[in-house]
């Protein structure tokens, strides 16, 4: 049975508004074997796609290899747009060394309630994925249950976004914060039969032949980062 713990600590800043809520990163990432093209920070899968979908909305140019440069530039964007990066999963077992949310047993959570009080500009939560099982939004469900609260659907158009109360202190008065949820079509390859599904994918793809579920990913993420 595989360990698989999460490498890194949740990147999060005093000002930061929007927080990417994943699982956990490929296990080559825990056991240091990264991949030419890899980058050894949040999401630094190549075939993740994260950030080639930030990097073409932006026009970065990053950097794709395992050098501290190619951290920084990462480090260095989501500073300056106020977004942090918490996955849900702390640790996980497997008895097949592989990517998969399926093959997650033993999950140990993180408390991103926990942080979401102690950050109280955090306003958005962005998840890498819907409320299939094992997903980002899954867990996260399961995890309000222990604070007593859930989800509330605004819009159930891809990406559906949800929103919950969470109660805040403030000079010794208490108010409710509303934070808002997006559940993004996942950066995978797995997910590239769901978009095609789409409507709107369909569309697209009539208009436009060159259109693809790359170019369809890039235009849901432009509207959140």
Request: glycine share 4%; charged share 25%.
């Amino acid at each position: 049975m595989f360990f698989h713990k999460h490498p890194y600590q949740p990147f999060i800043q005093k000002d930061t508004k929007k927080l990417i809520v994943g699982t956990l990163p490929p296990p080559r990432f825990s056991t240091g074997e990264l991949l030419e093209k890899d980058v050894n920070f949040c999401y630094g899968s190549y075939y993740n796609s994260l950030w080639l979908f930030i990097d073409k909305i932006h026009n970065l140019n990053l950097r794709y290899d395992n050098s501290q440069k190619a951290i920084e530039e990462r480090k260095q964007f989501l500073i300056k747009h106020k977004i942090g990066v918490c996955d849900i999963v702390d640790s996980a077992e497997r008895e097949k060394v592989d990517a998969s949310d399926l093959g997650m047993q033993n999950i140990k959570l993180r408390d991103v309630i926990g942080y979401l009080k102690q950050y109280p500009s955090i306003e958005t939560i962005l998840f890498t994925g819907g409320n299939s099982k094992n997903g980002p939004e899954y867990f996260f469900r399961r995890h309000l249950k222990d604070y007593d609260l859930k989800l509330e659907l605004v819009n159930n158009v891809v990406p559906r976004i949800h929103k919950f109360s969470l109660s805040h202190s403030e000079r010794n008065e208490e108010s409710q914060r509303i934070i808002k949820t997006v559940s993004l079509t996942s950066g995978s390859g797995a997910a590239n039969i769901s978009i095609s599904r789409l409507p709107l994918y369909k569309q697209l793809k009539a208009k436009n032949p060159n259109f693809n579920t790359f170019d369809f990913r890039v235009m849901q993420y432009s509207e959140f980062f």
